[in-house]
């Protein structure tokens, strides 16, 4: 009996061990494709707008900080790409949806959107031309 013992807390720590493992795994990815994107010039561009405009620090109050999760995706060859990210801002007066659009040409990225949606009221903050 008391080898059974043994032998199921080896396959109960063998299986922790192994879901262990794979959360690891899961998190490397993720995070890494977070930071991926948060290295980008999309990124970087959009939240330098939005931490930089009158309009955003008047509606969510300054700082305004980017929340950790980011979505979307951008595909990039050569000289050529395009962007579409999705991420959240907050500020000391509330929070906010950035949704950024660009296509790259020539090494030159060209957004079509930037915008910012407070969330309490629904406004939204258009940020598309440079500051």
Not at 4 to 14: D, H, M, P, R, W
Not at 85 to 111: A, E, F, L, M, R
Not at 113 to 128: K, P
Request: one cysteine or more; proline letters at 4%.
């Amino acid at each position: 009996m008391a080898s059974n013992k043994k032998i199921f807390a080896l396959v109960g720590c063998g299986c922790l061990a192994l879901i262990g493992a794979v959360a690891a795994i899961v998190a490397v990815v993720i995070g890494g494709a977070f930071g991926m994107i948060k290295k980008s010039d999309p990124y970087s561009e959009s939240l330098n707008r939005i931490q930089n405009s009158a309009a955003v620090t008047e509606a969510l109050g300054s700082p305004v900080e980017p929340g950790f999760f980011v979505t979307g995706n951008i595909s990039l060859e050569n000289q050529n790409g395009s962007a579409q990210i999705n991420y959240s801002v907050s500020g000391p007066k509330g929070k906010g949806h950035v949704n950024v659009i660009g296509d790259k040409q020539g090494g030159i990225w060209h957004y079509s959107q930037i915008q910012l949606t407070v969330g309490e009221t629904g406004e939204t903050i258009n940020l598309t031309s440079s500051p």
